[in-house]
């Protein structure tokens, strides 16, 4: 037998319903989304620069760095509910500093408490992967992303309504309430997240740079995490500097962008991803299949990326924000369920953890390198850069497929 790890043969999953993750989901999303929007202008505030206001990501991804991963493996160990709250007291504590702030190093100190603590997200996921079959992961993957695309319809609407009318804190005081409803959705409707009982074999530290090393090893998973890698390092550059970016290349009524216009732009991408999760994920990935999806996601993120560094109208922005949104909708479920049908189900959470990790690492670099290119104000280079990003994912994902064609024709 190999000694590296091995996607086993997985037992039915048992019947549990996934309202109850999505609902928790939702209320995560939505108070994350209440406060991307502002973060980097409620920085500004505090005289931050734009390296100093990007890098809050930076900060944030370097404590997920090391926590996802091991959070990830202890909820293979120990259950997937009792991480999951954990998980979730760290963000609401977060919220609570940030709103708190009076200096700019108490707006790193919350990012330091929520990145130390996060895995809520890798932690649905996992819980999704244990009571899924593999055939139906992508849809049941798609109700995180419908729950995105509701957090992002509703979160920054609420954002920009708020902040214009109570000041840039009260999203974040809303933030922290929605993360405490989360806890207490969490302990009160999630059923099940005990510990998976597949196997009982010796499993890798997630933590550990071997482990990794292993899983890359993997011929068939190599390709899907570097892609997964790329699809984050373009999303976050995306992410992290289209506040700053808006808000120097964009104008309404007369005035630059602000935390208003910001929301209602990611809103109307939020409004997208719902129609795009809930009405056709499934049915595109019954006719085309995961790995198409992912070309084609990545396809519409190059195309619309490079579209946006050369765009200066609000009308070519919402159009732009169509095709990139098409992108990022599709990539993200497509991905996570290739990578978790190459998983054992005790591998899921570590697994699971690693893309996390992945997403973290991407986080760490990307924020960093955003800010110094807005600092010297090469705003389209910034969205030029993630269109070259995603480039790179679709490159792998063709070398990918000309690899398993050799394969099959061997």
Same mark, same amino acid.
């Given at each position: 037998?190999?000694?590296?790890?091995? @996607?086993?043969?997985?037992?039915?999953? &048992?019947?549990?319903?996934?309202?109850?993750?999505f609902l928790i989901v939702l209320v995560d999303v939505f108070g994350m989304t209440l406060v991307i929007p502002l973060l980097a202008i409620y920085a500004e505030t505090f005289h931050a620069t734009p390296l100093q206001a990007t890098m809050l990501v930076s900060v944030f991804a370097v404590c997920q760095l090391v926590s996802g991963p091991i959070i990830g493996h202890a909820s293979d160990r120990h259950g997937r509910k009792p991480l999951l709250i954990l998980s979730q007291i760290g963000t609401c504590i977060g919220f609570i500093v940030l709103a708190r702030a009076t200096a700019l190093w108490m707006i790193y100190l919350s990012r330091v408490i929520d990145g130390a603590t996060a895995g809520n997200l890798s932690l649905a996921? @996992?819980?999704?992967?244990?009571?899924? &079959?593999?055939e139906g992961r992508a849809k049941a993957f798609g109700l995180i992303g419908i729950a995105f695309g509701l957090g992002f319809f509703i979160g920054p609407g609420v954002t920009g309504f708020l902040s214009e009318h109570y000041g840039l804190s009260a999203p974040i005081y809303l933030a922290a309430v929605m993360s405490c409803t989360s806890i207490v959705a969490t302990m009160t409707l999630l059923r099940g997240g005990e510990a998976p009982r597949a196997t009982h074999g010796d499993r890798l530290a997630a933590f550990r740079f071997r482990t990794y090393a292993q899983y890359f090893a993997r011929p068939e998973l190599r390709p899907l995490l570097l892609q997964f890698l790329f699809f984050m390092l373009a999303f976050t550059t995306f992410i992290s500097g289209f506040a700053l970016f808006a808000?120097?290349?964009?104008?309404w009524n007369g005035h630059p962008f602000?935390?208003?216009e910001i929301g209602y732009v990611f809103s109307f991408v939020g409004f997208l991803g719902i129609?795009?999760?809930?009405a056709f994920i499934g049915r595109l990935v019954k006719r085309y299949g995961?790995?198409?999806?992912?070309?084609a996601g990545f396809a519409s993120l190059v195309v619309g990326y490079f579209f946006l560094?050369?765009?200066t109208s609000v009308v070519l922005l919402l159009f732009v924000a169509v095709i990139s949104g098409f992108g990022n909708g599709v990539l993200r479920p497509a991905l996570t369920s290739l990578v978790t049908h190459q998983a054992g189900a005790r591998e899921q959470g570590v697994v699971l953890g690693i893309t996390q990790s992945l997403t973290s690492m991407a986080a760490i670099v990307a924020p960093v390198v955003v800010g110094l290119l807005i600092e010297r104000n090469l705003l389209s280079y910034w969205a030029w850069l993630a269109a070259a990003l995603a480039g790179?994912?679709?490159?792998?994902?063709?070398g990918s497929q000309r690899a398993l064609r050799a394969v099959e024709a061997a």
């Amino acid at each position: 037998m190999p000694s590296g790890p091995t @996607a086993a043969a997985e037992p039915a999953p &048992p019947r549990v319903s996934l309202l109850p993750v999505f609902l928790i989901v939702l209320v995560d999303v939505f108070g994350m989304t209440l406060v991307i929007p502002l973060l980097a202008i409620y920085a500004e505030t505090f005289h931050a620069t734009p390296l100093q206001a990007t890098m809050l990501v930076s900060v944030f991804a370097v404590c997920q760095l090391v926590s996802g991963p091991i959070i990830g493996h202890a909820s293979d160990r120990h259950g997937r509910k009792p991480l999951l709250i954990l998980s979730q007291i760290g963000t609401c504590i977060g919220f609570i500093v940030l709103a708190r702030a009076t200096a700019l190093w108490m707006i790193y100190l919350s990012r330091v408490i929520d990145g130390a603590t996060a895995g809520n997200l890798s932690l649905a996921q @996992a819980y999704i992967a244990d009571n899924t &079959p593999p055939e139906g992961r992508a849809k049941a993957f798609g109700l995180i992303g419908i729950a995105f695309g509701l957090g992002f319809f509703i979160g920054p609407g609420v954002t920009g309504f708020l902040s214009e009318h109570y000041g840039l804190s009260a999203p974040i005081y809303l933030a922290a309430v929605m993360s405490c409803t989360s806890i207490v959705a969490t302990m009160t409707l999630l059923r099940g997240g005990e510990a998976p009982r597949a196997t009982h074999g010796d499993r890798l530290a997630a933590f550990r740079f071997r482990t990794y090393a292993q899983y890359f090893a993997r011929p068939e998973l190599r390709p899907l995490l570097l892609q997964f890698l790329f699809f984050m390092l373009a999303f976050t550059t995306f992410i992290s500097g289209f506040a700053l970016f808006a808000e120097r290349r964009f104008t309404w009524n007369g005035h630059p962008f602000g935390p208003r216009e910001i929301g209602y732009v990611f809103s109307f991408v939020g409004f997208l991803g719902i129609i795009l999760q809930g009405a056709f994920i499934g049915r595109l990935v019954k006719r085309y299949g995961e790995r198409k999806l992912a070309a084609a996601g990545f396809a519409s993120l190059v195309v619309g990326y490079f579209f946006l560094g050369a765009t200066t109208s609000v009308v070519l922005l919402l159009f732009v924000a169509v095709i990139s949104g098409f992108g990022n909708g599709v990539l993200r479920p497509a991905l996570t369920s290739l990578v978790t049908h190459q998983a054992g189900a005790r591998e899921q959470g570590v697994v699971l953890g690693i893309t996390q990790s992945l997403t973290s690492m991407a986080a760490i670099v990307a924020p960093v390198v955003v800010g110094l290119l807005i600092e010297r104000n090469l705003l389209s280079y910034w969205a030029w850069l993630a269109a070259a990003l995603a480039g790179v994912g679709l490159w792998i994902w063709v070398g990918s497929q000309r690899a398993l064609r050799a394969v099959e024709a061997a």
